[in-house]
Protein backbone atom coordinates (compact mmCIF):
# COMPACT_ATOMS: atom_id res chain seq x y z
CA UNK A 1 0.00 0.00 0.00
CA UNK A 2 0.79 3.55 -0.63
CA UNK A 3 0.37 6.38 1.11
CA UNK A 4 1.03 10.26 1.57
CA UNK A 5 0.59 12.70 4.17
CA UNK A 6 0.80 16.35 4.12
CA UNK A 7 0.71 17.47 7.99
CA UNK A 8 0.03 20.81 7.01
CA UNK A 9 -3.37 21.96 5.81
CA UNK A 10 -2.51 26.01 5.71
CA UNK A 11 0.38 27.25 5.28
CA UNK A 12 0.90 30.87 5.27
CA UNK A 13 4.33 33.34 4.28
CA UNK A 14 5.14 36.66 3.45
CA UNK A 15 5.88 37.69 -0.14
CA UNK A 16 9.27 37.57 -0.35
CA UNK A 17 10.03 35.11 2.19
CA UNK A 18 11.07 31.75 1.38
CA UNK A 19 8.23 29.07 1.75
CA UNK A 20 8.09 25.12 2.37
CA UNK A 21 5.33 22.81 1.84
CA UNK A 22 6.02 19.54 3.29
CA UNK A 23 5.14 15.93 2.45
CA UNK A 24 5.70 12.47 3.63
CA UNK A 25 4.95 9.34 2.30
CA UNK A 26 4.87 5.53 2.59
CA UNK A 27 5.61 2.93 -0.30
CA UNK A 28 6.70 -0.82 -0.16
CA UNK A 29 9.01 -0.01 -2.80
CA UNK A 30 10.83 2.14 -4.61
CA UNK A 31 9.28 5.98 -4.81
CA UNK A 32 7.80 7.99 -7.56
CA UNK A 33 7.24 11.07 -6.03
CA UNK A 34 4.75 14.25 -7.70
CA UNK A 35 4.01 17.53 -7.00
CA UNK A 36 1.21 19.64 -8.19
CA UNK A 37 -0.35 22.71 -7.72
CA UNK A 38 -4.41 23.35 -8.12
CA UNK A 39 -5.55 27.11 -8.22
CA UNK A 40 -9.51 27.97 -7.84
CA UNK A 41 -11.98 25.91 -10.07
CA UNK A 42 -9.51 24.17 -12.12
CA UNK A 43 -7.72 20.90 -12.85
CA UNK A 44 -4.36 20.10 -11.00
CA UNK A 45 -1.01 21.38 -13.07
CA UNK A 46 2.11 19.27 -12.62
CA UNK A 47 5.36 20.98 -11.24
CA UNK A 48 7.78 18.56 -11.06
CA UNK A 49 8.86 14.98 -9.92
CA UNK A 50 11.25 12.63 -8.35
CA UNK A 51 12.09 9.50 -10.25
CA UNK A 52 15.50 8.86 -9.53
CA UNK A 53 19.19 10.45 -9.42
CA UNK A 54 19.70 14.26 -7.95
CA UNK A 55 18.15 14.51 -4.39
CA UNK A 56 16.98 18.02 -5.66
CA UNK A 57 14.50 18.23 -8.21
CA UNK A 58 13.58 21.37 -9.95
CA UNK A 59 10.30 22.33 -11.30
CA UNK A 60 8.13 24.65 -12.95
CA UNK A 61 7.78 28.84 -11.70
CA UNK A 62 11.20 28.55 -9.74
CA UNK A 63 9.80 25.48 -7.25
CA UNK A 64 11.88 22.81 -6.39
CA UNK A 65 11.27 19.78 -4.18
CA UNK A 66 14.02 17.41 -2.00
CA UNK A 67 14.24 13.78 -1.63
CA UNK A 68 15.01 12.42 1.49
CA UNK A 69 15.23 8.78 1.42
CA UNK A 70 15.76 8.22 5.19
CA UNK A 71 13.12 10.82 6.18
CA UNK A 72 10.76 9.59 3.58
CA UNK A 73 10.13 13.05 2.68
CA UNK A 74 9.86 14.89 -0.45
CA UNK A 75 9.31 18.95 0.37
CA UNK A 76 8.42 21.48 -1.73
CA UNK A 77 10.44 24.80 -1.30
CA UNK A 78 10.75 28.06 -3.42
CA UNK A 79 13.39 30.76 -2.24
CA UNK A 80 11.05 33.52 -2.31
CA UNK A 81 7.40 33.32 -2.72
CA UNK A 82 5.20 35.41 -4.60
CA UNK A 83 1.45 36.44 -4.21
CA UNK A 84 0.74 34.07 -7.64
CA UNK A 85 1.65 30.88 -5.70
CA UNK A 86 -1.12 31.19 -3.49
CA UNK A 87 -2.72 28.08 -4.29
CA UNK A 88 -3.75 24.55 -2.86
CA UNK A 89 -0.63 22.30 -3.47
CA UNK A 90 -0.58 18.58 -3.84
CA UNK A 91 1.83 15.67 -2.76
CA UNK A 92 1.81 12.58 -4.78
CA UNK A 93 3.25 8.80 -4.62
CA UNK A 94 3.37 5.67 -7.04
CA UNK A 95 5.10 2.67 -5.61
CA UNK A 96 7.58 2.24 -8.67
CA UNK A 97 6.51 -1.57 -8.65
CA UNK A 98 3.20 -1.37 -8.13
CA UNK A 99 0.24 -0.04 -10.35
CA UNK A 100 0.45 3.46 -12.10
CA UNK A 101 -2.17 5.58 -10.15
CA UNK A 102 -1.63 8.38 -7.71
CA UNK A 103 -2.28 8.19 -4.26
CA UNK A 104 -2.55 11.71 -3.13
CA UNK A 105 -1.86 13.87 -0.03
CA UNK A 106 -4.87 15.90 1.67
CA UNK A 107 -3.26 18.95 0.30
CA UNK A 108 -1.83 22.13 1.47
CA UNK A 109 -3.49 25.23 1.50
CA UNK A 110 -0.68 27.74 0.92
CA UNK A 111 -1.43 31.65 1.22
CA UNK A 112 1.46 33.90 0.75
CA UNK A 113 0.58 37.44 2.24
CA UNK A 114 1.92 40.87 0.32
CA UNK B 1 -0.56 21.40 -27.85
CA UNK B 2 -4.31 21.48 -26.68
CA UNK B 3 -4.66 19.83 -23.03
CA UNK B 4 -7.20 17.39 -21.76
CA UNK B 5 -10.66 18.03 -22.01
CA UNK B 6 -13.64 17.58 -19.81
CA UNK B 7 -17.32 18.17 -20.15
CA UNK B 8 -19.18 19.17 -19.27
CA UNK B 9 -17.21 21.33 -16.68
CA UNK B 10 -20.55 22.14 -13.95
CA UNK B 11 -23.19 19.28 -13.87
CA UNK B 12 -26.39 19.17 -11.82
CA UNK B 13 -29.00 16.37 -11.49
CA UNK B 14 -30.82 14.77 -9.19
CA UNK B 15 -30.82 11.84 -7.08
CA UNK B 16 -31.28 8.51 -8.86
CA UNK B 17 -30.67 10.12 -12.07
CA UNK B 18 -28.13 8.63 -13.99
CA UNK B 19 -25.17 10.84 -15.82
CA UNK B 20 -22.22 10.23 -18.10
CA UNK B 21 -19.01 12.94 -18.35
CA UNK B 22 -17.06 13.04 -20.84
CA UNK B 23 -13.07 13.13 -21.02
CA UNK B 24 -10.54 14.13 -24.28
CA UNK B 25 -7.11 13.29 -23.22
CA UNK B 26 -4.42 14.85 -25.03
CA UNK B 27 -3.86 13.12 -28.22
CA UNK B 28 -1.52 10.38 -28.45
CA UNK B 29 -1.31 9.93 -25.07
CA UNK B 30 -2.59 5.90 -24.27
CA UNK B 31 -3.33 5.60 -20.46
CA UNK B 32 -6.18 7.82 -19.22
CA UNK B 33 -7.16 8.16 -15.25
CA UNK B 34 -10.52 9.12 -13.64
CA UNK B 35 -9.91 10.20 -10.07
CA UNK B 36 -12.79 11.98 -7.85
CA UNK B 37 -11.83 15.12 -5.59
CA UNK B 38 -14.03 15.47 -2.96
CA UNK B 39 -13.95 17.38 0.65
CA UNK B 40 -14.65 14.19 2.91
CA UNK B 41 -12.39 12.24 0.96
CA UNK B 42 -9.99 14.19 -1.13
CA UNK B 43 -8.28 12.81 -4.40
CA UNK B 44 -8.99 9.27 -4.69
CA UNK B 45 -8.23 6.91 -7.74
CA UNK B 46 -11.17 5.41 -9.50
CA UNK B 47 -10.55 3.81 -13.08
CA UNK B 48 -7.08 3.76 -15.41
CA UNK B 49 -7.20 2.70 -18.98
CA UNK B 50 -3.72 1.51 -20.80
CA UNK B 51 -3.87 0.97 -24.15
CA UNK B 52 -6.00 -2.11 -25.34
CA UNK B 53 -5.47 -3.64 -21.85
CA UNK B 54 -8.38 -4.30 -19.53
CA UNK B 55 -9.19 -1.76 -16.84
CA UNK B 56 -7.94 -1.36 -14.08
CA UNK B 57 -11.38 -0.62 -12.06
CA UNK B 58 -10.28 -1.13 -8.32
CA UNK B 59 -11.03 2.16 -7.26
CA UNK B 60 -14.79 3.03 -8.43
CA UNK B 61 -16.75 2.75 -5.10
CA UNK B 62 -19.53 1.29 -6.02
CA UNK B 63 -21.33 -0.59 -8.97
CA UNK B 64 -23.10 1.93 -10.10
CA UNK B 65 -19.55 3.61 -11.64
CA UNK B 66 -18.60 2.33 -14.93
CA UNK B 67 -16.60 3.92 -17.54
CA UNK B 68 -15.29 3.11 -21.03
CA UNK B 69 -12.97 3.86 -23.42
CA UNK B 70 -14.25 3.98 -26.90
CA UNK B 71 -11.24 3.68 -29.57
CA UNK B 72 -8.27 4.11 -27.18
CA UNK B 73 -9.37 8.02 -27.00
CA UNK B 74 -12.22 9.58 -25.28
CA UNK B 75 -13.38 8.42 -22.17
CA UNK B 76 -17.40 8.41 -20.27
CA UNK B 77 -17.59 8.20 -16.66
CA UNK B 78 -21.04 7.02 -16.16
CA UNK B 79 -22.92 6.90 -12.59
CA UNK B 80 -26.29 5.13 -12.42
CA UNK B 81 -28.80 6.11 -9.89
CA UNK B 82 -26.68 9.24 -8.64
CA UNK B 83 -26.93 9.78 -4.52
CA UNK B 84 -26.01 12.81 -2.66
CA UNK B 85 -22.77 11.52 -1.49
CA UNK B 86 -21.71 11.28 -5.57
CA UNK B 87 -21.03 15.09 -5.36
CA UNK B 88 -17.99 15.89 -6.28
CA UNK B 89 -15.16 17.20 -8.90
CA UNK B 90 -14.45 14.00 -11.44
CA UNK B 91 -10.95 14.90 -12.42
CA UNK B 92 -9.72 13.08 -15.67
CA UNK B 93 -5.66 12.63 -16.58
CA UNK B 94 -3.99 11.33 -19.29
CA UNK B 95 -0.37 10.11 -19.79
CA UNK B 96 1.85 8.83 -22.60
CA UNK B 97 3.01 5.71 -20.66
CA UNK B 98 3.75 2.62 -22.35
CA UNK B 99 4.16 -0.56 -20.61
CA UNK B 100 7.35 -1.13 -19.41
CA UNK B 101 9.34 0.69 -16.81
CA UNK B 102 8.72 4.38 -18.24
CA UNK B 103 7.50 6.72 -15.90
CA UNK B 104 5.23 9.24 -16.85
CA UNK B 105 4.14 12.55 -15.94
CA UNK B 106 0.20 12.48 -15.67
CA UNK B 107 -1.49 16.03 -17.11
CA UNK B 108 -5.12 16.75 -15.64
CA UNK B 109 -8.00 18.37 -17.13
CA UNK B 110 -9.86 21.65 -15.47
CA UNK B 111 -13.01 18.58 -13.99
CA UNK B 112 -16.49 18.49 -13.91
CA UNK B 113 -18.19 19.57 -10.78
CA UNK B 114 -21.06 17.43 -9.54
CA UNK B 115 -24.09 18.10 -7.44
CA UNK B 116 -26.67 16.15 -6.74
CA UNK B 117 -29.79 17.68 -5.09
Known amino acids: AQSVAQPEDQVNVAEGNPLTVKCTYS??????LFWYVQYPNRGLQFLLK??????LVKGSYGFEAEFNKSQTSFHLKKPSALVSDSALYFC????????????FGSGTQLTVLP | GAGVSQSPSNKVTEKGKDVELRCDPI?????LYWYRQSLGQGLEFLIY????????KSGLPSDRFSAERTGGSVSTLTIQRTQQEDSAVYLC???????????????FGPGTRLLVL
Open chain 1, 27 to 32: VSGNPY
Open chain 2, 93 to 107: ASSSATSGRAVETQY
Open chain 2, 49 to 56: FQGNSAPD
Open chain 1, 92 to 103: AVRDAGSARQLT
Open chain 1, 50 to 55: YITGDN
Open chain 2, 27 to 31: SGHTA
